[in-house]
């Protein structure tokens, strides 16, 4: 099943896998024993709490598949850094507040660079993605912009 996630993270393992003809529901947690402070860089191992995160990955087999993502909240280990607490990210998987994959975010916003805002959510709605077209939008939106090529000096 991890392979299915494509994971460049050793540290990420699933746990357990759902299909209730609809959707995939694919349990996911961290091997790590810490995580890195997003503010100072500090490592910290001292666990303060879990939670779950929810996101959408791309669809498999015509159904939705969501992550089940089991994550741990550290106390930072700098007494002087601004985050007491912080959550540990799954690189390549998820971003801060994302409720999508990194996988899914970036599909998104490829088809709204091909088809746009309505055009590209009709498309996602019949790969099995359910998003509004404002969405595939700020998608696009979000993208950084292309990087100019130099002029080319042809004599």
Do not use: K, Y
């Amino acid at each position: 099943m991890e392979e299915l996630l494509l994971l460049s993270d050793p540290e990420v393992a699933v746990v357990s896998a759902e299909d209730d003809g609809e959707v995939i529901r694919i349990g996911v947690t961290r091997r790590s024993a810490g995580a890195e402070c997003p503010d100072c860089g500090r490592r910290s191992n001292r666990i303060h709490g879990f939670h779950l995160r929810f996101p959408a990955d791309l669809p498999s087999v015509g159904r939705r598949v969501v992550l089940c993502l089991r994550v741990r909240r550290f106390s930072c280990a700098d007494t002087s850094c601004g985050h007491q607490t912080f959550v540990e990210q799954v690189p390549g998987l998820t971003r801060r507040h994302a409720q999508r994959t990194e996988r899914l975010r970036a599909a998104l916003a490829e088809v709204g660079l091909a088809w746009a805002g309505r055009a590209g959510a009709r498309l996602a709605d019949v790969s099995g993605i359910s998003v509004s077209h404002s969405t595939v939008l700020r998608l696009v939106d979000a993208m950084p912009d292309p990087q100019p090529s130099a002029p080319s000096t042809s004599t």
